[in-house]
């Protein structure tokens, strides 16, 4: 089993930056690919960035050349580098891992909340 925990969410101005991380525990060799979600109050979850075993990294059209996904395999950590941040960006963030050993699964953080002020 695979646990995440998110930490960096906080109130931003317009402009601002902000970094999330995620920390990955348990049978971390299974996971295949991290990465980010987002959740805004009345709208559905959206992929903001994935990550494919460390390099191929795919980013919303909304966060493209904003957000910056990266990930530390020694650590089994993964980042979201936030710069230009907009009230858009407000949402609840969580942080996902993709395993495939014994079966195909997802994991899911409890989430992290960033509010972008105008």
């Known amino acids: 089993q695979v646990q995440l925990v998110e930490s960096g969410g906080a109130l931003v101005q317009a402009g601002g930056s902000l970094r999330l991380s995620c920390a990955a525990s348990?049978?971390?060799?299974?996971?295949?690919?991290m990465g980010w979600y987002r959740q805004a109050p009345g709208k559905q979850r959206e992929l903001v960035a994935a990550i494919i075993s460390g390099s191929s990294i795919n980013y919303a059209d909304s966060v493209k050349g904003r957000f910056t996904a990266t990930r530390d395999n020694a650590k089994n950590t993964v980042y979201l580098q936030m710069n230009s941040l907009k009230p858009e960006d407000t949402a609840v963030y969580y942080c996902y891992a993709h395993t495939t050993f014994p079966i195909p699964y997802d994991s899911w953080g409890q989430g992290t909340q960033v509010t972008v002020s105008s």
């Open positions: 348990g049978r971390t060799f299974s996971i295949a690919a």
